[in-house]
């Protein structure tokens, strides 16, 4: 069996403490499964790039993914929310709940480090990941978890204790210079190795999972291997999440980096090709409602004005009147006429349940985008 690394006894407890990067004694195989999933993986995750190449305005589509990601890591840790809460929440009087302000933080949190990665030339570092978790737990929401820094206590996970808190900047500085030397294998396969080391130094007090996760689409970008944050690995992990946790743990008791490869890459190409297809058919619902809007007599003399409605709907797509008005830069009576249509056609819901300052859902969208594929 490899060895992967060694335990630390202090007092009753005895934490683990994993080997450097890669794997060694023997080295990772890449046997015939690694390989051929390792083609489909690089495959889907090449024709998810031409598709978001082709899509007209990356914005909304990266806004929309970037939040599935942000539900999907989110539940996997427990913390559970809606679509419809996150895209309420801007237009909400009331604070958010815990959950949702966690998971509007995972969004806050990929966009600072990729600011630091794409804007600032930042590589992928202590310093890159101390600032996503520290926008991970800001707002009031995880205090405890000291954000920003690494953990100074120590900390138990399932069967796991994890290296004692002196250990961990010297881990973690190890793991930052794998992340960005040149190595003998694939970028994509080294991604998953670093997933799993990350996890069992698991640095933080809080919020390791979510970071993990974060990290495999941050080093997709940073390798060339993913354009744009459209991929939600978190949907496959979620899916199987207890072989997920089983193959993590597999790596350290028995030394089974390529079960973890294999679980991986699965993941990286059933999250590549759902998205593709969400991809596709968000493309075509916007295609036919345009084609409706044209055509629809109720709709001809607002037809200009009610295009750039509808695709703010794509990027909002719960509304009111007075965002709508304020968003397209026209008269609220102007926007109070196209909702109202929108709704007699079908293409927005209202909530019944507001007396005041109403909500409109563009549900046929939100459904499409929580659609189970497989």
């Not at 100074?152 to 500085?173: F, H, T, W, Y």
């Not at 960005?180 to 294998?185: A, H, K, Y």
């Not at 109070?336 to 005041?356: H, M, P, W, Y």
């Amino acid at each position: 069996m490899r060895h992967t690394g060694k335990y630390q006894k202090l007092g009753n407890i005895s934490s683990f403490i994993p080997d450097p990067l890669p794997p060694i004694d023997p080295p990772l195989a890449l046997t015939p499964e690694i390989t051929n999933l390792y083609g489909q993986a690089s495959f889907n995750l090449g024709q998810l790039n031409e598709m978001a190449q082709r899509v007209p305005d990356q914005k909304r589509f990266i806004k929309a993914y970037v939040i599935k990601e942000a539900l999907l890591s989110s539940a996997i840790e427990g913390i559970h929310t809606t679509l419809i809460d996150i895209f309420t929440q801007p237009l909400s009087e009331i604070a958010p709940s815990k959950e949702t302000q966690l998971v509007l933080n995972y969004t806050q949190s990929l966009e600072v480090a990729l600011n630091l990665l794409q804007k600032e030339g930042l590589p992928i570092s202590s310093r890159l990941i101390l600032a996503a978790h520290q926008a991970l737990m800001s707002g009031g929401v995880g205090e405890k978890a000291n954000p920003g820094n690494y953990r100074k206590q120590a900390v138990r996970v399932g069967d796991l204790v994890p290296p004692s808190a002196e250990k961990i900047p010297d881990l973690m500085n190890a793991l930052e210079q794998y992340i960005n030397q040149d190595s003998d294998l694939p970028t994509l396969i080294r991604i998953g190795l670093v997933h799993v080391q990350f996890e069992t130094i698991h640095p933080f007090l809080d919020g390791n999972g979510r970071i993990g996760r974060l990290l495999i689409v941050l080093m997709l970008i940073d390798g060339d291997l993913l354009k744009t944050p459209i991929l939600y690995p978190s949907y496959y992990f979620k899916k199987n999440h207890l072989e997920y946790y089983q193959r993590l743990d597999r790596v350290r008791t028995h030394g089974d980096f390529e079960g973890w490869i294999v679980y991986y890459l699965k993941a990286i190409a059933a999250s590549a090709a759902d998205a593709q297809h969400r991809a596709k058919e968000i493309e075509s619902l916007e295609s036919e409602l345009k084609e409706f809007i044209q055509a629809d007599p109720r709709l001809t003399p607002l037809q200009e004005n009610a295009l750039l409605v509808l695709t703010l709907l794509f990027q909002q797509p719960v509304v009111t009147i007075s965002e709508v008005s304020r968003r397209i830069n026209k008269a609220y009576n102007t926007a109070s006429n196209i909702i109202t249509q929108f709704v007699a056609t079908g293409i927005l819901i209202e909530d019944k349940e507001k007396k005041r300052n109403k909500m409109y859902r563009f549900d046929t969208y939100l459904k499409l985008l929580e659609k189970e594929y497989e």
